[in-house]
């Protein structure tokens, strides 16, 4: 059974970055498409960031610069490293492999 698990969210001002991780076990990451979504409270998922299979990487426009995506196949660990968070990004991050997805780990942005 395939399990994604996300790590490194918590609590920062505004300014600040986190890195944040998912982890797989039960499959190896490597030949997926891996995306990080949010869901910021009261509002609709989103698309954050992508990897796909073929080492491309695409993010949402208002992450363009900020945010990167990377992955370690030989880990099963993606990242997305967050960089001058704001307050609008408070939300629960996921990542999304095939039709898996995480539990979540939850980034709050204080002003």
């Known amino acids: 059974q395939v399990q994604l698990l996300e790590s490194g969210g918590g609590l920062v001002q505004a300014g600040a970055s986190l890195r944040l991780s998912c982890s797989a076990s039960g499959r190896t990451f490597s030949g997926y498409t891996v995306t990080w979504y949010r869901r910021a409270p009261g509002k609709e998922r989103e698309f954050v960031a992508v990897?796909?299979?073929?080492?491309?990487?695409y993010y949402t426009n208002s992450v363009e610069g900020r945010f990167t995506i990377s992955r370690d196949d030989a880990q099963e660990t993606v990242y997305l490293e967050m960089s001058r968070l704001n307050p609008k990004e408070t939300a629960m991050y996921y990542c999304?492999?095939?039709?898996?997805w995480g539990t979540g780990t939850q980034v709050t942005v204080s002003a």
């Open positions: 990897s796909t299979k073929n080492g491309q990487t």
């Open positions: 999304h492999m095939n039709q898996y």
